[in-house]
């Protein structure tokens, strides 16, 4: 079965410190995978995407993200942590079946950052 | 911003009333979406529409039935609401194989 594991409930960071969140995946083919981050009674809003190509692929507010076919990984990463970033993190994947389109998110990583 | 709107954007309602969420679009998107999120669960998919009067049930799809007259309305419909149904709902659209853009969200309580 598809499905999208986020292992990480919570993470804290300080300020200023790195970031890794993971994100593993379950999906027969080439996925389309995707990281969304959500304020605090907010939208979701899109930081990255991959579809193909290089592995590597950079989003917005500093975030990148590598795709690793081997290990059906798609972790997201920061050098440097905002206090701003606080948030909620989520990791989808794009699924088609029967000829139609839907996302298969995680169930969050939620990020608290220490000042 | 993808221009999406949800309304209401609040709502409290007493068990066993029926209820409709409403999501408009101005992007021409073929594909949207309904998604509930609950603390624990992330988003979860109650149906999704691919076109106008085509749609298809997601994974928490029971007590939900939605409507799709117009490219541009996705409706939902909590048929009699219940507690359990207490949330907070987004609507999304995309194309095919594309990226999703999400609604502000609706909170609803069910008392």
């Known amino acids: 079965a598809q499905s999208v594991t986020q292992p990480d409930i919570h993470i804290t960071v300080s300020e200023g410190a790195s970031l890794e969140l993971r994100c593993n995946y379950s999906?027969?083919?080439?996925?389309?995978l995707f990281w969304y981050v959500q304020s605090p009674g907010q939208g979701l809003q899109l930081l990255l995407k991959?579809?193909?190509?290089?592995?590597l692929v950079q989003g917005i507010k500093g975030f990148e993200a590598e795709f690793k076919r081997s290990q059906s990984s798609f972790n997201l990463r920061k050098p440097s942590v905002h206090w701003s970033d606080a948030a909620e993190y989520f990791c989808?994947?794009?699924?088609?079946?029967?000829?139609?389109?839907?996302?298969?998110f995680g169930t969050g990583t939620r990020l608290k950052v220490l000042a | 911003d993808a221009g999406i709107t949800q309304s209401p954007r609040h709502k409290v309602t007493e068990t066993g009333t029926p209820v409709t969420l409403r999501c408009h679009q101005t992007?021409?998107?073929?594909?949207m979406y309904w998604y509930r999120q609950d603390p624990g669960h992330g988003l979860r998919l109650i149906h999704y529409?691919?076109?106008?009067?085509?749609?298809d049930k997601g994974e928490v799809s029971d007590g939900y039935s939605v409507s799709r007259s117009k490219t541009e309305d996705f409706l939902l419909t909590l048929e009699s609401a219940t507690s359990s149904q207490t949330s907070v709902y987004f609507c999304?659209?995309?194309?095919?194989?594309?990226?999703?853009?999400f609604g502000p969200g609706t909170r609803l309580l069910v008392l």
């Open positions: 999304a659209i995309s194309e095919f194989l594309e990226t999703q853009y």
């Open positions: 529409s691919y076109g106008v009067k085509d749609t």
């Open positions: 989808a994947v794009g699924s088609t079946t029967s000829g139609t389109y839907k996302y298969i």
């Open positions: 999906y027969g083919a080439t996925p389309y």
């Open positions: 991959y579809f193909s190509g290089d592995t």
């Open positions: 992007e021409n998107h073929r594909y």
